[in-house]
């Protein structure tokens, strides 16, 4: 199976606004709740958002009101707009089905995000 292929990080300012994108191969997106995950140096994965083919939608605490999630299931890509970015969002991103295994094999290279005060 091919891995996500994520894009759209880079360096912003705080209080700025990014958008990130996900590519997935149907096999990974079809039918499947995609997620949002972000891992921080020295810190383990952590689910940011996620949404299920039909558009139920559900936020880490720490995000809400500032990230969105959404998906074009037309083009198997899922996207997430971060807005009023704080430091504490610097980490890489990572987008995939819920219940992926943690073997790297089933895992894109993420996007680095990095926020600076």
């Known amino acids: 199976q091919v891995q996500p292929v994520e894009s759209g990080g880079g360096f912003v300012q705080v209080g700025g606004s990014l958008r990130l994108s996900c590519a997935a191969s149907g096999s990974i997106f079809r039918g499947n709740i995609m997620a949002w995950y972000r891992q921080a140096p020295g810190k383990k994965r952590e689910l940011v958002a996620h949404i299920s083919s039909g558009g139920y939608i559900v936020y880490a605490e720490p995000v809400k009101g500032r990230f969105t999630i959404s998906r074009d299931n037309a083009k198997n890509t899922v996207y997430l707009q971060m807005n009023s970015l704080k430091p504490e969002d610097t980490a890489v991103y990572y987008c995939?089905?819920?219940?992926?295994?943690?073997?790297?094999?089933?895992w894109g290279q993420g996007t680095q995000v990095t926020v600076s005060s």
């Open positions: 995939n089905a819920v219940g992926m295994p943690d073997s790297s094999a089933y």
